[in-house]
């Protein structure tokens, strides 16, 4: 069975970091792409940040510069470096396989938050 268990999402003051981590079990992430998506309230969840089986990385332009996504193959894990953080940043964000191995299935993602 497909999961992903997302963590490190917090409250940060605008300009703050934070590094999200998903870990994947039930699917080997090294045979897929990978995203970063982001949901707030009222609004369809949004793709933010790609990578492919290669390493090669994709964002939405709200986030290019200030967001990084890495993926450890060996760890079965991905992870999304968020620096200088916005107050539109703030939203539950998850992490899936492109396409979705297991429809319409998402993690419980984790919150982050950013007020000052």
């Known amino acids: 069975q497909v999961q992903f268990v997302e963590s490190g999402g917090s409250l940060v003051q605008p300009g703050g970091t934070l590094r999200l981590s998903c870990a994947a079990s039930?699917?080997?992430?090294?045979?897929?792409?990978m995203g970063w998506y982001r949901q707030t309230p009222g609004a369809q969840r949004e793709l933010v940040a790609t990578?492919?089986?290669?390493?090669?990385?994709n964002y939405t332009e709200s986030v290019k510069g200030r967001f990084f996504v890495s993926r450890d193959n060996g760890k079965n894990m991905v992870h999304l470096q968020m620096n200088n953080l916005k107050p539109g940043d703030t939203g539950v964000y998850y992490c899936?396989?492109?396409?979705?191995?297991?429809?319409?299935?998402w993690g419980q993602g984790t919150q982050v938050t950013v007020s000052s």
């Open positions: 039930g699917v080997f992430i090294s045979y897929y792409f």
């Open positions: 990578i492919t089986r290669g390493g090669t990385t």
């Open positions: 899936n396989t492109i396409p979705q191995v297991r429809a319409n299935y």
